[in-house]
């Protein structure tokens, strides 16, 4: 545990104080949930006065809030950097669509945290379930569909349930994740990352890639 900083703390240190806190706030909202999370407990593995949760966010719920929009903006950056690259060679929405997806896959392998935040909120009726949709997934699944009606778009009898095959992949990869270690006691040959990237390759972004 972190080494709690004395009341002398210098301004300087503001800012990693406020980044611990994010970071001990996902873990902890990740594994035991929002509601089981006790504000102590995320000071505690910040090495934080619990004080300081009020002065940067006002409250509980204003630090979910900041690590939701600091996750997606992540997310955002991850498939932006990925578009950026794609715009490289020659335009192929099909491709942008399957490196996007790649990518996406790829981000949640990285931050297992943010799938297991993402699929606890999501399922429950609350003011946080529709702050997630609204500021994360929502957009996410435009974006993803955005890029899909592009790469179906000379197979118009490829766009049906299209939205629908987008929000699935986007969910039943977040799922995969967040339950990898168990999925790979089921499954034989998906114990390392690799090995698991190109299962969820094969099963739900080719599955979404059925034009041509």
């Not at 006790?38 to 593995?45: Q, S, V």
């Not at 020659?90 to 491709?95: E, G, I, L, M, V």
């Not at 999501?122 to 435009?142: C, F, I, K, M, Y």
């Amino acid at each position: 545990m972190a080494r709690r900083q004395g009341a002398g703390r210098p301004r300087d240190d503001a800012r990693q104080g406020r980044k611990a806190l994010e970071t001990s706030a996902m873990l902890r909202f990740a594994r035991q949930g929002y509601e089981a999370t006790p504000l102590r407990e995320i000071a505690a593995d910040a090495g934080v006065d619990v004080a300081l949760v009020s002065y940067h966010f006002g409250s509980k719920l204003g630090l979910w809030k900041a690590i939701v929009a600091s996750a997606a903006s992540d997310l955002h950056d991850a498939l932006g950097a990925a578009a950026a690259r794609d715009k490289a060679g020659a335009a192929d929405p099909r491709a942008d669509l399957k490196n996007a997806m790649a990518a996406y896959v790829a981000h949640l392998l990285a931050h297992p945290e943010v799938p297991r935040l993402i699929l606890r909120d999501t399922t429950t009726d609350t003011v946080r379930a529709e702050w997630l949709l609204r500021e994360l997934s929502g957009p996410l699944h435009q974006r993803f569909y955005d890029l899909a009606q592009a790469a179906v778009a000379e197979c118009p009898g490829e766009q049906a349930y299209l939205q629908f095959r987008v929000a699935n992949f986007i969910y039943s990869a977040a799922s995969a994740v967040a339950r990898r270690e168990r999925l790979a006691t089921l499954v034989t040959g998906v114990g390392d990352e690799h090995a698991f990237a190109g299962a969820l390759e094969t099963t739900l972004i080719d599955a979404a890639l059925r034009c041509g």
